[in-house]
């Protein structure tokens, strides 16, 4: 069956809720001096900061999925938005690094569980051809919103103080994300039993129950994986803008970076859909996992503006390419029953990357003064996440 034309508008929605949600996300780097110099921190404090909202909606997602199953979409992601917006307004207020913890770190944090996976999980059930290619355009809001809302708040905070650049942000989220998340829908049923029995994936068009895809070799690969991989996605989040202050580069140069980690991961989504959907989106992620921990060498040689500018870019493509396809990956091998708290699960694999990657990362620097032993251990992780996501592409499609 044809995906009907609301198709297109469900992914510009859900391309408008990632935009935001990981805009705030990745406004982190733009606050971080900000919330150093406030609250007298080191940067393994700081950066507790981000660890816990990542920790938090990578947890919480797979609730957000099952709410989105329930419930659908629009009103988990709403309730989601409403959530962010009411932390930042609260970090606003914060008189101490522990309520920016509370506020930043767990309310943000639970309000982007309820937006990421309900939104991006909402698009795959409208598609069977276009799959990857609707994914793909979806997910590159997460690269919009990197790439700008950083860097406007950065020059934001010169002429304002970070507390009022702060309740702007909220304001922003609050208005824009409300609009785009009224405009999410699920498909019809028809269309989504078309979806399940679509290009690569047998069957019967219901799918696998969430308790059966746990069940599977696959996921467990696929989970392994992306767990596998977290440090090595956040890392750079966090600490690439502080790596370049460390060598005397000005504060938009070193903000900008995560700018252009948005540029690369922008294009990677808008590209990668379709040619994973000819090269194989498995055979894809095993090659993304290889190129992702390769872009390291680059960080860990530069030794100013040049190298970081194509570390950045050359991370981004990577990084961006391969989230962008997991969603897919899961609709291919797992059907469209429990999309929703699939892709939620698997997202959790992230949490403990997310939450103690870029923290070790901020310890190890307070203790050696650099950062060239973190780009050591990511190397490595990224090797073993490139063998388990080989052993799913290997263990392949679940039969239902």
């Known amino acids: 069956m044809k995906e009907t034309p609301y198709a297109w508008v469900v992914v510009w929605a859900t391309f408008v809720c990632l935009a935001l949600i990981f805009g705030v996300s990745y406004s982190f780097a733009a606050f971080f001096e900000s919330f150093a110099a406030e609250f007298s921190a080191q940067r393994a404090d700081v950066s507790w900061i981000f660890g816990l909202s990542g920790f938090v909606y990578f947890v919480l997602g797979a609730g957000g999925g099952m709410l989105a199953d329930r419930f659908g979409p ?37 309000g982007i569980a309820l937006v990421y996976t309900p939104s991006i999980a909402s698009v795959q059930p409208w598609f069977t051809t276009r799959r990857g290619l609707a994914g793909g355009i979806a997910s590159s809001g997460v690269g919009a919103g990197t790439l700008l809302v950083p860097v406007l708040v950065a020059l934001a905070i010169g002429p304002m103080p970070w507390r009022e650049a702060m309740r702007s942000l909220a304001l922003g989220v609050l208005v824009l994300g409300l609009l785009a998340a009224a405009l999410l829908r699920r498909a019809p049923a028809a269309l989504t039993s078309a979806a399940s029995a679509g290009p690569g994936v047998g069957g019967s068009a219901s799918g696998l129950t969430l308790g059966e895809t746990l069940r599977s070799p696959t996921f467990r690969w696929l989970y392994l994986a992306v767990v596998l ?12 803008s502080a790596s370049a202050r460390d060598l005397g580069l000005g504060e938009a140069f070193a903000v900008g970076l995560v700018g252009l980690i948005g540029v690369g991961s922008l294009v990677g989504r808008f590209a990668i859909g379709l040619l994973a959907d000819r090269l194989g989106r498995a055979q894809t992620l095993v090659l993304l996992q290889l190129s992702m921990g390769a872009s390291y060498v680059l960080w860990g040689a530069a030794g100013g503006q040049g190298l970081l500018v194509v570390f950045a870019l050359w991370f981004g493509l990577s990084y961006g390419s391969m989230v962008s396809l997991l969603p897919a990956i899961c609709m291919d091998y797992f059907g469209g029953r429990s999309v929703a708290g699939v892709v939620g699960t698997l997202y959790s694999g992230a949490a403990l990357g997310n939450l103690l990657g870029p923290v070790l990362a901020g310890a190890a620097f307070d203790g050696s003064g650099h950062y060239l032993g973190v780009m050591v251990v990511c190397g490595v992780l990224s090797l073993i996440a490139t063998w388990a996501s080989l052993k799913t592409q290997r263990s392949g499609q679940v039969r239902y």
């Open 229 to 240: 991989a977290s440090p090595v996605m956040f890392i750079p989040f966090a600490h690439v």
């Open 74 to 110: 629009r009103i988990v992601c709403s309730a989601g938005m409403a959530l962010i917006a009411l932390g930042l307004l609260a970090t606003s207020w914060a008189t101490s690094l522990l309520a920016v913890y509370v506020s930043y770190g767990l309310l943000v944090g639970l």
